[in-house]
């Protein structure tokens, strides 16, 4: 079987684990320490790596900002934004539907900056993955507290930023850097994401990492499964695939985390999260069945 078959189903298993690795890390580091700490060991991993194989480097300094612009939105601002905004008591039900927004964010924002033309087929295909994601996190959102969701008005806000922020940094990824080894291409990503997270962890948390074995555990998972592992693997799906169908597998995330933490937690699989994983995986399968009409550039 190709990696184009298997690319996706991997990218899903490695990607939805880094909400369960972030629930061990939150007890240990401040959220923008932690990332600073993963994005600079996945950088320094990553030229190990693009050293060792001969991967070739950008030639001219415009490809070079353009792979550092692009990791400034797709891991910088998103992940900080999103871990910030948990941190602050953001509910999961909330999160989860602000993530499940990034395929229409996509969707609708792709034929005016990378000219892809969805086909009707595919735009039901993600409405009902939206539906499906609503579906499975119902009764945490039938759960919440009025007044502690205006408490939280300003970390919704910067999870919503997050969101827009990796939807805008995918399509500039592939509009932009079509071309290029994606390797060094990643490695230069992370720069970007670094002048994001070094000053906020330097200003706001003091370099707060207890150290433990759990902190240490998490953050190696975090590097080499997810930063290096799923973010190749995303890079890889954006080059080759259509923009709006790679953005699509971000609906299969919160189901995944629900198996993951029943796993892991002992937390219930209930009926809500049951019925929404059938509507996602219907949804993905319409998305993704037939390619979308490409206008040329």
């Known amino acids: 079987m190709s990696l184009d078959k298997l690319a996706p189903a991997i990218f899903v298993l490695l990607w939805s684990t880094g909400w369960i690795v972030a629930k061990y890390a939150s ?6 320490t932690f990332l600073m700490i993963r994005y600079s060991l ?8 693009c050293s060792i194989v001969g991967a070739r480097w950008p030639r001219d300094w415009s490809s070079v900002f ?9 891991h910088g601002i998103y992940l900080a934004g999103l871990w910030w905004a948990i941190a602050e008591g953001v ?34 295909g993600l409405l009902l993955g939206f539906i499906g994601i609503a579906i499975a996190i119902s ?11 205006w408490q939280s008005a300003i970390p919704l806000v910067v999870n ?8 805008y940094g995918t399509l500039y990824q592939k509009r932009h850097l079509q071309t290029g080894d994606l390797r060094t291409i990643a490695t230069l990503q992370y720069v970007g994401a670094l002048i994001v997270t070094v000053p906020l962890a330097f200003i706001f948390e003091g370099l707060r990492f207890d150290g433990t074995q759990t902190a240490i555990l998490s953050l190696l998972w975090s590097v080499f499964g997810l930063s290096m592992g799923a ?3 995303l890079l890889y799906l954006i080059r080759r695939g259509q923009v709006s169908r790679a953005a699509s597998l971000i609906y299969l995330m919160p189901p995944a985390v629900a198996i993951e933490a029943a796993i892991a937690f002992g937390e219930p699989l209930t009926l809500p999260i049951i019925v929404g994983t059938v509507i ?12 979308a009409d490409v206008v040329p550039e």
Not at 93 to 122: F, H, N, W
């Open 280 to 291: 996602v995986v219907i949804g993905i399968y319409l998305t993704n069945r037939r390619q």
């Open 139 to 149: 009764p945490k959102l039938l759960t919440t507290d009025t007044a502690n969701l």
């Open 231 to 233: 973010v190749g693997l």
């Open 91 to 124: 509910p999961a039900g909330i999160s989860g539907i602000i993530a499940a927004l990034q395929p229409l964010m996509t969707a609708m924002a792709a034929p005016l900056l990378v000219g892809e033309r969805l086909q009707p087929t595919q735009k039901v």
């Open 66 to 74: 353009r792979a550092i612009y692009s990791g400034i939105f797709l």
């Open 27 to 32: 007890l240990h580091a401040g959220p923008f």
């Open 160 to 167: 919503l930023l997050g969101m827009v922020s990796v939807t």
């Open 42 to 49: 996945s950088a320094l991993a990553f030229v190990l790596f």
